[in-house]
């Protein structure tokens, strides 16, 4: 009697584990699930991704993007149609970046940096800088 009622108790006990844990997963959804907010960049501290930390400088489609750095740090440029970082790129202080998707050209201080094929004048960027600390 005793060895029945253990194992009933055992078994409803992990049953209420399992229901609670898929319940709390459930209960904060997944990334894609969550409304897409206009202003949502994907970050993460990694290659791929844009850090926390960095601030949006400047956004736009066509028309050329500029920001002149106040502190040495990284740009990132990012496709906000598709949800995709681009590229980044190390820059001083004092250092000037302009995306030009008009011309498909990126560049530091006027010297290019980057010939992108990939620039799209119907996708819309975002610049986006993180300061060293």
Do not use: H
């Amino acid at each position: 009697m005793f060895e029945g009622w253990k194992r009933s108790f055992l078994g409803g006990g992990m049953s209420m584990v399992l229901a609670t844990t898929m319940l709390g997963c459930g209960m904060f959804g997944s990334d894609s699930d969550k409304n897409r907010d206009s202003s949502r960049v994907e970050r993460r501290d990694s290659a791929d991704r844009v850090p926390d930390s960095a601030k949006v400088v400047a956004e736009g489609r066509s028309s050329d993007m500029s920001f002149k750095a106040n502190d040495d740090g990284r740009a990132y440029l990012y496709d906000a149609t598709n949800d995709r970082l681009v590229n980044s790129w190390v820059v001083e202080k004092g250092q000037r970046l302009t995306v030009s998707p008009d011309n498909k050209a990126i560049s530091l201080d006027g010297r290019a940096v980057s010939s992108s094929t990939e620039l799209n004048t119907k996708t819309n960027y975002r610049l986006l800088f993180d300061a060293k600390d």
